[in-house]
């Protein structure tokens, strides 16, 4: 089967600071991945390179078996960044209307009919937040506001999740709730990418764990991550970079 996402000897730099080096990986259609590494590891970096929202410097990304320039299919792929929660918070829209902007690259230029309005409920109430449709989205929780962002994701039929952080924040039973939701998607045929700082969190519920720390340390089933040693070894090599940045020899 054609992987989701495939990443080929991947490299690339913020200006002068390299950030990924040759990271290789796919993620197959209906996997559950947890991408977890030390702060400033390039997870993020890597999440926005994955879905052809960064362009690497060398090496290949493919969406779907499609080159990620090339890729015309961008309802496909629901992305809650971290910025996303933060930028509706101050515009006096509604859940229902942030929803149904996922809705418009379906919709284009026509006028919404009852099949869209219906995808927008559908989505809304899959998420468990049909009765807070017509609330300000400014007046959600933060649990509240990622289940709003990911209905939005339903409702451009996106069949690829990638979550960055999405429980900063968020009140422990309401994490557990959020995670419960994430694993029904998963288990409909929803292909998740998240990257979680919880790593015992993400490990009850990933299929697959991929450990970066500039470099990718290990991407494999979750049992077999959590024997192995690449947690130790890339927040050790993150150790390392951050003496040598006390000492004067890294800016980081
Ligand atoms: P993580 O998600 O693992 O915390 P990021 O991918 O956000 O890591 O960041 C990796 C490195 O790239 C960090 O050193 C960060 O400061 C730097 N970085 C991230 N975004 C930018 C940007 N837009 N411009 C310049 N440097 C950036």
Redesign the pocket.
Known sequence: MTPAISVENVSFA??D?P?LRDVSMTVEEGDFLGLV??????????LKVMLGLQSPDSGTVRLFGTPAREFTEGTRLGYVSQQSTEADATMPVTVREVVTMGRYAHVGLRRLRDADRRAVDDALDRVGIADLADRRINRLSGGQKQRAYIARALASEADLLALDEPTVGVDTDSVGRFYELLDELNAEGITVVL?EHDIGLLADHARTMAC?DGELYAHCGTREFLESDALERAFSSARTVRASALAGGDR?
Do not use: W
């Not at 590494?37 to 890597?46: A, E, Q």
């Open positions: 913020y200006e600071e950030v590494g030390p702060n400033g590891s390039g997870k993020t970096t890597l990257i970066l980081r």
